[in-house]
C-alpha cells in the first residue's frame, strides 16, 4: 500500500479550503480523498471519516463539532460540505442509553446537525463520535477482508497486525457497534486502530497525517502477511481465455442474457423491466474464474456487508457453459438465472420467517454473474450501476480467491447479510428516483453525426435511454458524443464507428453495442 502523504499537496490543500473552512477540514479532505483514491481501501461511497473541531454558532459560542461523512459522497472526491457537523456533546451523551433504534438514531443525528440541509451523516456517525480521537478514518481495505473473513480470522489479524489494533467483534453498524467498540477502546486507550471483524478497518490519531499514515501502515502489513501466506500457493488457472475471445463471447451471448434477465413489468406499452450489462474481462479474470474453486467462492457472501446492496449476497456462478453452442447455452442460463431466483426466494422467506419481521421483497434476480471464458457480467437499472456491482465483483473475486488458497473465505452468514440488505438505512443509499419512459433501453442511431442524427439521440437520452451513437465520420461522432453525454452522462452514451453501406461494419457496430449494454432495443435510421 502506497503512501500517497505529500507536504506540498496538503499546503495546497490548507491554501484552498482552509480560509473558509478551517485548517482541520482542509486536511480532513485532503487525506480523505487519498483514501477514497486506492480502490483496495474503499469503492463507491464505502467507507468513511471524520475530524472533530470547534465550530461556531450564531451567538459567537465555540461548540464541539464532529464532521463526519455524509451518505452520498464518495471519498476519492469529497468536499467540505460533504462533511454535515453535528454538535459532539450531545452525541456522547446517547452513549448512557440502554438501546437506541436505527429510527431514533437517524432522528438524534438529524436533529442535531448544525446545518438543516445537510447530508445525513453517516451510520457509522455514533462509532466516530464515541472514540475520543480528532480525525478518524473507517475502510474496508481488500488485504485486512481477507484475514478477517475467515474462521481465524482473530487471529490472523493478531498475526499480521499485532497488538496496537483492537479486534472488535460483527455486530451490525449502528448504537449497539458504536458502543462495543468505545468500551474495547477504552480497555486499551494507546491502541492505533481497530478491526471490525468481517467488515473493516479504523484507524486514529491526533492529526490527520497520523490516521491516515496508520491506516496505509495496517493495510501494508496486512497485505505483507497475505503476501507471504500465498507464497507459491496461485489461486488463478494458467489456462484461461484470452479477453478478446471473451469480449466476443459477450457480445454474442449479452442480448440473450437481457433477454432472460429482464422482469414483466405490468405496464402493456413496455413489457419488460430491462436491466443494462456491463462486462469485465481481463486474463486475471478469467484465470480465476477457470479455478476449480471459483463455482463455491461464488456461492458464498460478500467482503464487507455493505456491498451487499450492490451485488446481492450471492454470485451467478456458470457451471462450464456452452459457449460454442447458442441453443444449449442459452438453456443453461435460463435454468440458472431460475434457480437463482428460486433460491434468493426461499432466503428471503426463510428470514423474514425467522426474524418474524415483514420487509418487501427486492426484486430475485442476480447481479454478478461469473461465466468462465467470458469474464464478469453484471446487471443495473443504468450501466452506471452495473458499473458499479463490476468494479465490487473484480475485487471480491481476487480477494475470496487470496482468502481461499491461505486458508477457507468464510463471510458473515445469510441472517447478518439479510439485516444488512433490508436495512432502511443502506436501501436509502440507493435513492428512490422515478425512471424515465425509456429507462434500460438501449437505443442505436445510425448518421448520430449529423444534425438530425445529434438532436435524436440528445431526445433518446433524455427520455432515459441509454445510446449507442454510430457513424462513418470520426470526428462528428466523438462531437455529437460530446454532446449527449452532458445530458446522459458519460457512462450512458457510446460511440461506435459504423458504415450502414458495409454489412460487415454494420455487424461489428451491433456486436461493439451488445459488448459495451448487452444488447440493443431501439433502432433509429
Ligand atoms: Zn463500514
Redo the contacts with the bound molecule.
Sequence with gaps: MKNRWSDAEARQYCDHYAPRWGEALALRVYTSRLIGAEADLVMHG???TSVKLARENLLGDRIDALCVKGSGWDLDSIEPEGFPALDLAWLRKLRKLEALSDEEMVNQLRTHLFDASAPNPSV?TLLHAFLPHAFID???ADAILALTNQPDGTELIRNALGDRVLVVPYVM?GFRLAKLAAEIFEAKPDAEGMV?LK??LFTFAADARTSYERTVDCVDRAESFLRSRLRGRSASSSRATEPNAASAKMAQIGPALRGLLASPSGNPDQPHRRVILEHRATPEILGLLDAPQCASLAARGPL???HVIRTKSHHLFIAQPALNDADALRRQLADDIASFRTQYDSYFAEQVSSKGVTRSKIDPDPRVLLIPGVGIVCAGKTRKDAAIAADIAEHTLRIKAAAEAIGRYEPLGDAELFDMEYWSLEQAKLGKEVEKPLSRQVALVTGAGGAIGVATCIELARAGAHVVLTDVDDEALERARGKVSRIAGGSSCAAVKMDVTDEASVAAGFDRACAIFGGVDIVVA
Design positions: 464505502g467507507g468513511n457509522e473507517h475502510t474496508h453498524p471490525l467488515h473493516g464487507t456487508p455493505d
